[in-house]
């Protein structure tokens, strides 16, 4: 689920401090300054489609660890696996997105399809045990295969 800002803002990873971005930039080859809507596109362009796993949940601040379990709402992520078939890998920014998925949509996954799940470690400056190098080098990792 975005954070306040990203909220606020209607743009995800809109805090700065998130490594979102400058990873994808990176990967993508784009700069993480370009106008937002053009970093969607780069994306779209690279392969990668960008969707939160909850359309709706309670929580107090942006930390997913504050999110209230009763309250989550799951987004049409299986009504967008079925329109877009050639997805076959969803990767999770944090162990809190991959959680959401298996409880509430992993079961409706399409059966005749397999689907490879990859937990990342968060873009979040909260997750500070791990720096910028080695986020990055997970996710390029998992992104390039």
């Not at 967008?80 to 990767?91: D, G, M, S, V, W």
Request: glycine share 4%; proline share 6%; charged share 25%.
């Amino acid at each position: 689920m975005p954070g306040e800002r990203s909220l606020r803002e209607q743009r995800y990873y809109a805090y700065p401090q998130n490594s979102f971005w400058p990873i994808m930039a990176s990967i993508c080859g784009f700069s993480p300054e370009t106008h937002y809507a053009a970093r969607l596109e780069a994306l779209k362009a690279a392969g990668f489609a960008l969707w939160d796993v909850l359309q709706h949940c309670e929580r107090q601040g942006s930390l997913d660890s504050a999110i209230s379990t009763d309250s989550e709402i799951p987004n049409k992520i299986i009504e967008l696996l079925e329109k877009h078939q050639t997805i076959e890998r969803i990767c999770f920014n944090g162990a809190r997105a991959e959680t959401s998925f298996r409880r509430h949509l992993l079961k409706a996954l399409p059966d005749a399809r397999q689907f490879t799940l990859i937990r990342l470690p968060s873009t979040s400056p909260a997750h500070a045990g791990m720096g910028f190098a080695e986020k990055f080098e997970v996710w390029r990792d998992a992104l390039m295969r």
